[in-house]
């Protein structure tokens, strides 16, 4: 199975600030990835998708980049809004997998 | 509206069988890969199970066994039929929608399994 590991688990940012979230596979999947936002008590929402393009909506503030092994996911400037776990998925592969999620908590 | 709406959550002694639903509407589930994706209480996504619109099936390995995804198609609804349920099983089970090979978007509101002796 694929095995995604996103660092950090856990970051402290102010508003304003950027922020880089790191995803790293644990074998090429090209850019067959996803990247998704979850609040408390709600349900995933689609950022991402194939590394690097953003999903319709999403606002421009959010970019992802990589391929193969290493994908970023980066924030340019944090919103109030954006304070939430990030998760980033592979789709080349069976099984699905998920990160283990990254909390953006409220420095 | 395209939705997707789970039901048949609840609370399950260890080793007991749970069938969850989840009904397609404004789309055809025999023309998309459907899967089944659990989140354990304060923990991340885990994906289970998935049908493609052929009908072949794909499992995770901590459920591959015990859980048989399956679909209706005149009822236009995917099932999760969990069979041995065990405490770990506990999660909020969402089914979602692939854009196959591309990223899972739609999602249900999810439906909560809770297995506890």
């Known amino acids: 199975d694929i095995q995604l590991t996103q660092s950090p688990s856990f970051l402290s940012a102010s508003v304003g600030d950027r922020v880089t979230i790191t995803c790293r596979a644990s074998?090429?999947?090209?850019?067959?990835l996803a990247w998704y936002q979850q609040k408390p008590g709600k349900v995933p929402k689609l950022l991402i998708y194939?590394?690097?393009t953003l999903q319709s909506g999403v606002p421009s503030r959010f970019s992802g980049s990589g391929s193969g092994t290493e994908f970023t996911l980066t924030i340019s400037s944090l919103q109030p809004e954006d304070f939430a776990t990030y998760y980033c998925q592979q789709l080349i592969f069976f099984p699905r997998t998920f990160g283990q999620g990254t909390k953006v908590e409220v420095k | 509206e395209v939705r997707l709406v789970e039901t048949g959550g609840g609370v399950m002694r260890p080793g007991g069988s749970l069938r969850l639903s989840c009904a397609a509407s404004?789309?055809?589930?025999?023309?998309?890969?459907v899967s089944w994706v659990r989140q354990a209480p304060g923990k991340g996504l885990e994906w289970v199970s998935g049908i493609f619109s052929g009908g072949g099936t794909s499992d995770s390995d901590a459920v591959r066994g015990r859980f048989t995804i399956s679909r209706d198609i005149p009822k236009n609804t995917v099932y999760l039929q969990m069979n041995s349920l065990r405490a770990e099983d506990t999660a909020v089970y969402y089914c979602a929608r692939e854009r196959l090979g591309y990223f899972f978007d739609l999602w249900g509101q999810g439906t909560l399994v809770t297995v506890s002796s």
């Open positions: 404004e789309f055809y589930v025999s023309e998309n890969y």
């Open positions: 194939a590394a690097a």
């Open positions: 074998q090429g999947i090209g850019t067959y």
